[in-house]
């Protein structure tokens, strides 16, 4: 069975560029997170979607952050335009009920804005 | 905002040695969980104690909790160096998702 699946695992961009990334949770799972990770900041949760809906986006640093989540199978994340402070590792995660149980982690996707 | 601190930040023992790493919150929970995040890779979910327990094992794992002081500790037995990864307690806020410490580095060297 497979876990939850990210792309790309590392993205290399330029300032200014859009970044999407992307994620599929487990299947059956209706509940979805991003989060990123930073030496200075540790583990922070972004968003969440529970059944496709975005549920707490409090998270998400500024208006050049979006994610969606279309249907159950696939969710994105969407920097536009990025910056170098917004070099992480993003995580996703999906959890089989409302996001207080255990959540799956995808392995990540390592981002470098240079 | 950080509802879990992990304490110490960075652990190293030599195997076979127990490695116990505590957890403090903030708010009141319903639950707590535990996640080992070894390097380069995504957390891994290794146990949950409600509100309402006091302690729980699973294997060499063993955790406690003590909602009068909001604190949970993990203790590790008879570790091994596959153990060495970073672990990060995760709380819930009632109608929130997990909160997530900084963790706890443990290094077990051979």
């Known amino acids: 069975d497979a876990g939850v699946i990210q792309s790309p695992r590392h993205e290399v961009t330029e300032m200014g560029q859009e970044v999407t990334l992307r994620c599929k949770p487990i299947?059956?799972?209706?509940?979805l997170f991003w989060y990123r990770q930073t030496m200075m900041r540790g583990l922070e949760l972004l968003i969440y979607?529970?059944?496709?809906?975005?549920?707490?986006d409090s998270g998400m640093p500024e208006d050049r952050f979006s994610a969606k989540m279309p249907n159950a199978s696939f969710s994105t994340l969407k920097i536009q335009p990025s910056e170098p402070r917004d070099s992480a590792v993003y995580f996703c995660a999906s959890s089989s009920a409302s996001g207080m149980w255990e959540q799956y982690f995808g392995p990540g996707t390592r981002l470098t804005v240079t | 905002s950080q509802q879990g601190e992990e304490d110490p930040q960075a652990l190293s023992i030599q195997e076979g040695e127990n490695a116990t790493m505590n957890c403090s919150y903030k708010?009141?929970?319903?639950?707590l969980q535990w996640y080992r995040q070894n390097s380069g890779r995504g957390l891994v979910h290794l146990i949950l104690i409600r509100s309402n327990e006091r302690e729980k094992h699973s294997g060499r794992l063993r955790v406690t909790l003590d909602t009068s002081k909001k604190s949970s500790s993990l203790l590790i037995t008879a570790s091994r160096a596959a153990d060495t990864a970073s672990y990060f307690c995760a709380t819930d806020q009632a109608g929130t998702a997990l909160i997530f410490g900084k963790g706890t580095t443990l290094s077990v060297s051979s």
């Open positions: 299947s059956g799972h209706n509940s």
């Open positions: 979607f529970n059944n496709n809906v975005p549920i707490d």
């Open positions: 708010t009141s929970i319903n639950n």
